[in-house]
């Protein structure tokens, strides 16, 4: 089977860069892909585009160097199943507040008798290789995303569910849950305690942790405190900011 690079970086305790596509082409896939990112996950929960469109976007990513990725947009079988079946090595799963969602979660994505998973990967047999079934359950990285109260008080638990390679902190929607404001940055809140708290938790368990960044300075930090992968913003983010950078020079040089 087609190795998960993304492993081999967390054995070497190297942090992956993850890039992270909310639009619905293809050609913005594959140049993510071919920027230089570790990994790239098609972001079904906010992304302008539904489950049909993830086939193509998956095939972009995999002509690049990147590992294909996909967020679900939810804790569900039957879509978690189409989605490592069309070729995902990752899954980050949101909303997971309790060890028995995530027992849920492993069902979805590990072929017995780990989990439930029901064998028809189609695509994911052509991109992982021919003996993908024997190896699927090792090689394919699931997330468990980190972002309420609830979640945050029980990390330690569902870290120890079986089958599970780690969680993914979703450090917007845990503001927001915990009456912040994801507007504001995230040293001048509870966070600066709760972000570190949970990379440490999994390291202390020898698990994965990711976590979506509101900027560089912010992935710079998190790895700093032991990430296994950060993910320095969106790809509608970098055009907006780029954009509006390069107009507010222009401007600048034209006065």
């Known amino acids: ?53 993830v086939p193509k976007l998956l095939q972009a990513i995999s002509a690049t160097p990147a590992m294909p990725w996909v967020r679900s947009s939810g804790n569900d079988l039957s879509e978690i199943n189409k989605l490592l079946d069309m070729g995902a090595y990752g899954i980050i ?25 029901s064998f028809g990967p189609a695509r994911g047999l052509l991109y ?19 972002e309420t109260p609830l979640g945050l008080k029980n990390a330690e638990q569902i870290l120890q569910v079986p089958g599970l390679d780690g969680i993914y902190i979703g450090p917007n929607d845990l503001a927001l849950s915990l009456g912040i404001s994801p507007t504001l940055s995230w040293v001048d809140t509870d966070l600066k305690n709760h972000l570190p708290y949970l990379i440490k938790l999994c390291k202390q368990y020898n698990k994965y942790s990711g976590i979506f ?17 950060v993910t320095p ?14 107009i507010s020079d222009f401007k600048k040089s034209n006065l």
């Open 1 to 53: 089977m087609r190795t998960n690079n993304l492993k081999n970086l967390a054995s070497q305790n190297t942090a992956a860069i993850n890039g992270w596509l909310s639009s619905d082409s293809s050609y913005v896939a594959e140049v993510l892909g071919h920027s230089g990112y570790d990994a790239v996950t098609v972001d079904l929960q906010h992304g302008q585009f539904g489950i049909d469109s």
């Open 93 to 117: 799963c949101p909303m997971i507040e309790t060890v028995e969602q995530a027992e849920e979660l492993v069902n979805a994505t590990r072929y017995a008798p780990v989990g439930k998973r």
């Open 128 to 146: 992982g290789g021919t003996d993908y079934l024997e190896h699927a359950n090792d090689n394919i990285l699931v997330l468990a995303m980190i």
């Open 213 to 229: 960044c509101s900027d560089v300075s912010m992935a710079t930090a998190m790895r700093s405190y032991g990430a296994s992968l």
């Open 233 to 246: 913003g969106n790809d509608i983010q970098m055009l907006r900011t780029e954009a509006s950078q390069r």
